[in-house]
């Protein structure tokens, strides 16, 4: 921010960018100062409430829509101006993961304020080598190669072709849109996959699954929190080795339809590593419409609550639940830990059961938050000469369990583990983490994670 005494004694330049005001897209000159953008108006040295947004400008958008970045501002045109939503503003963009950097300011005359964001585009096109490791697990080392479009038409729209081989080969084609047209809120996701997979519980020794798998889901958000979603698709599991338990089919091929509804709050700052906000999800499945001997429902709960207790501290907990209705369940449709979910303390340990019950509390702090370095190598793409990086160290507990439907819910045992960590966030929204934790034995396991826990 600048006031206008000093406005004279800048050095400047007038680049051109776009604003919208009142709907309409105009073009208007910018200071460029000390690489920050600014557009040429008296800028109030504080905003307050009393002010009403006139203008939002936006820069550095080669490629993404205006209305991509629009809709995940709570602040709008014609509305009051709200200075502490512009931080939240901020990371909602961020969020999506399309930039490497956005700022968010504003500046005012007289009762009017023009709100600027700038973003630093990613890179969204190319084709990527695959290498990851199956459920967070460093020995189950998968590698390939794909071609992603992470912004298509400029709409934060997703086409991806991949496949991978080595621990549990898959092939995937998938297409999201979040918004189908600029003036609602519906979305669209289509996906169709065929896996090889290695079953998940251990009590039948190891056998193969060839699953294929296609669906489509479509729904709608409610403002910038709330989202109801609908699915529907087909999903067919394979084994060669038929014995009870593996498929409900004797002949070892199982195929049914699945229905899927779903209402998601997420009122997150940051999705790739929370410190504030509250996420909550209801899902309901059903597996088999009566074409099949699949017919089960399963039900889904998570809540999350993320707060800070300072400016470089904050506080995360989460409960979260699995339940299982309705006939005879095959194993692939059980729930574990040791895979997806864990306890970290039991990290590697496999907990298998037709319901499942877990939570999590964790304590960050910022060793130092999350500051930005620019690059400049020759050859070196701009979409990725702006890195994002930070370090947390964090403590935490966990717990969890998992049960049968004719077990005695008071017998059942629970898991339980704890300890400390440091938590790396680097470019491309990447979050490595490095912890030990002990279980409630003492017995203590060195853990490296690939996001964060939740």
Same mark, same amino acid.
């Given at each position: 921010?600048?006031?206008?005494?000093?406005?004279?004694?800048?050095?400047?330049?007038?680049?051109?960018?776009?604003?919208?005001?009142?709907?309409?897209?105009?073009?208007?000159?910018?200071?460029?100062?000390?690489?920050?953008?600014?557009?040429?108006?008296?800028?109030?040295?504080?905003?307050?409430?009393?002010?009403?947004?006139?203008?939002?400008?936006?820069?550095?958008?080669?490629?993404?829509?205006? !209305?991509?970045?629009?809709?995940?501002?709570?602040?709008?045109?014609?509305?009051?101006?709200?200075?502490?939503?512009?931080?939240?503003?901020?990371?909602?963009?961020?969020?999506?993961?399309?930039?490497?950097?956005?700022?968010?300011?504003?500046?005012?005359?007289?009762?009017?304020?023009?709100?600027?964001?700038?973003?630093?585009?990613?890179?969204?096109?190319?084709?990527?080598?695959?290498?990851?490791?199956?459920?967070?697990?460093?020995?189950?080392?998968?590698?390939?190669?794909?071609?992603?479009? !992470?912004?298509?038409?400029?709409?934060?729209?997703?086409?991806?072709?991949?496949?991978?081989?080595?621990?549990?080969?898959?092939?995937?084609?998938?297409?999201?849109?979040?918004?189908?047209?600029?003036?609602?809120?519906?979305?669209?996701?289509?996906?169709?996959?065929?896996?090889?997979?290695?079953?998940?519980?251990?009590?039948?020794?190891?056998?193969?699954?060839?699953?294929?798998?296609?669906?489509?889901?479509?729904?709608?958000?409610?403002?910038?929190?709330?989202?109801?979603?609908?699915?529907?698709?087909?999903?067919?599991?394979?084994?060669?080795?038929?014995?009870?338990?593996?498929?409900?089919?004797?002949?070892?091929?199982?195929?049914?339809?699945?229905?899927?509804?779903?209402?998601?709050?997420?009122?997150?700052?940051?999705?790739?590593?929370?410190?504030?906000?509250?996420?909550?999800?209801?899902?309901?499945?059903?597996?088999?419409?009566?074409?099949?001997?699949?017919?089960?429902?399963?039900?889904?709960?998570?809540?999350?609550?993320?707060?800070?207790?300072?400016?470089?501290?904050?506080?995360?907990?989460?409960? /979260?639940?699995?339940?299982?209705?309705?006939?005879?369940?095959?194993?692939?449709?059980?729930?574990?830990?040791?895979?997806?979910?864990?306890?970290?303390?039991?990290?590697?340990?496999?907990?298998?059961?037709?319901?499942?019950?877990?939570?999590?509390?964790?304590?960050?702090?910022?060793?130092?938050?999350?500051?930005?370095?620019?690059?400049?190598?020759?050859?070196?793409?701009?979409?990725?000469?702006?890195?994002?990086?930070?370090?947390?160290?964090?403590?935490?507990?966990?717990?969890?369990?998992?049960?049968?439907?004719?077990?005695? /819910?008071?017998?059942?045992?629970?898991?339980?583990?704890?300890?400390?960590?440091?938590?790396?966030?680097?470019?491309?929204?990447?979050?490595?983490?490095?912890?030990?934790?002990?279980?409630?034995?003492?017995?203590?396991?060195?853990?490296?994670?690939?996001?964060?826990?939740?």
């Amino acid at each position: 921010m600048y006031s206008q005494s000093n406005k004279e004694s800048l050095s400047y330049a007038a680049p051109l960018g776009r604003m919208i005001t009142n709907g309409r897209k105009y073009i208007v000159p910018f200071l460029l100062i000390g690489g920050a953008v600014f557009p040429c108006l008296h800028a109030s040295p504080r905003a307050d409430s009393s002010l009403t947004v006139t203008k939002i400008v936006i820069v550095g958008n080669e490629t993404t829509k205006e !209305q991509v970045i629009l809709r995940e501002m709570s602040n709008k045109v014609g509305s009051p101006l709200d200075v502490a939503a512009l931080e939240r503003d901020q990371k909602r963009i961020y969020s999506l993961q399309l930039f490497n950097k956005v700022d968010v300011s504003n500046t005012a005359e007289g009762r009017e304020a023009t709100i600027v964001v700038v973003v630093s585009e990613r890179w969204y096109i190319f084709p990527f080598p695959i290498i990851g490791f199956k459920y967070h697990d460093i020995k189950n080392v998968f590698y390939g190669a794909g071609l992603i479009h !992470q912004n298509f038409r400029g709409r934060n729209e997703k086409l991806m072709a991949a496949g991978a081989l080595g621990f549990d080969p898959w092939l995937n084609l998938s297409y999201q849109n979040p918004t189908l047209t600029d003036d609602d809120d519906l979305f669209l996701r289509v996906q169709l996959s065929f896996s090889h997979m290695r079953n998940q519980n251990t009590s039948q020794g190891e056998y193969d699954q060839q699953i294929l798998s296609g669906n489509a889901s479509f729904g709608k958000r409610f403002g910038l929190f709330t989202t109801l979603t609908g699915l529907v698709g087909y999903e067919e599991w394979k084994v060669d080795d038929t014995q009870l338990g593996r498929t409900l089919s004797p002949d070892g091929k199982d195929h049914y339809v699945v229905m899927s509804g779903g209402l998601v709050y997420d009122k997150r700052d940051l999705r790739e590593y929370p410190l504030d906000g509250e996420f909550f999800s209801f899902y309901a499945t059903k597996y088999g419409l009566g074409e099949s001997n699949v017919d089960l429902f399963r039900y889904q709960v998570d809540m999350r609550e993320y707060q800070p207790l300072g400016s470089d501290i904050s506080v995360g907990v989460r409960g /979260f639940g699995s339940f299982l209705s309705g006939g005879l369940s095959p194993s692939y449709l059980h729930s574990y830990f040791g895979y997806f979910d864990r306890i970290r303390g039991y990290y590697s340990t496999v907990l298998e059961g037709e319901d499942q019950l877990g939570g999590s509390a964790e304590l960050r702090l910022a060793v130092f938050k999350p500051r930005y370095l620019t690059v400049s190598l020759p050859g070196l793409p701009p979409e990725f000469s702006v890195w994002r990086y930070g370090l947390y160290a964090a403590v935490f507990a966990d717990a969890g369990t998992t049960w049968y439907r004719t077990d005695s /819910f008071a017998n059942i045992p629970w898991y339980t583990g704890y300890g400390a960590g440091l938590h790396f966030l680097l470019p491309y929204s990447f979050v490595l983490r490095t912890e030990y934790a002990f279980n409630q034995h003492g017995l203590g396991e060195f853990i490296f994670g690939f996001h964060a826990s939740f």
